[in-house]
């Protein structure tokens, strides 16, 4: 059940699991994406970035695969992260059509930032929750994406995804 002040449609009550995760969607990407503006960061360039923190270097296919966004959302986010300073793409020596990620120095220096707004992000969402309910939301998380992507392709294609 809804616990806020706003006015529930009527249609709820046909998805109200899809209607809580709605909600929990919409309420953790504001705050998260509020926590990265004080980074100068748009919501999903601290992935790409923790992904390169891991292993800078990689090619724009291997970012695509890692962070999941589709292709022109990656572009058009690296783009906007090349222009900020925080990573280069280049050609790469086997192949001058592949282009490759790396960090420069300021994409480095945000380690540590991402890292502290990360764990910000975590203590408040997880703040009212015991261990074993964070435990069930992981869980629960990882079979409803598992359930989604494993719909049948007709599902897929009638969505508008793949």
């Known amino acids: 059940m809804p616990t806020s002040n706003l006015h529930v449609p009527t249609t709820f009550d046909q998805g109200p699991v899809s209607y809580a995760i709605f909600q929990l969607a919409r309420a953790h990407r504001g705050f998260a ?12 360039q601290e992935l790409v970035l923790m992904h390169l923190f891991d292993r800078d270097g990689q090619t724009q296919s291997e970012l695509l695969a890692s962070v999941g966004l ?3 959302t990656l572009s058009k986010t690296l783009r906007r992260m090349q222009d900020a300073g925080l990573l280069v793409r280049q050609p790469a020596d086997h192949d001058r059509r592949v282009m490759v990620v790396h960090l420069t120095d300021k994409g480095r220096a ?16 997880t703040r009212n929750l015991s261990p074993q309910q964070a435990e069930s939301v992981m869980n629960a998380a990882d079979a409803i994406v598992s359930s989604i992507n494993a719909r049948p392709q007709t599902d897929r294609m009638e969505s508008g995804t793949s």
């Open 33 to 44: 994406a509020g926590l990265l503006r004080q980074l100068d960061l748009h919501p999903g």
């Open 110 to 125: 945000m380690r540590e930032p991402i890292t502290s707004m990360w764990q910000t992000l975590e203590e408040t969402t």
């Open 70 to 72: 589709d292709h022109s």
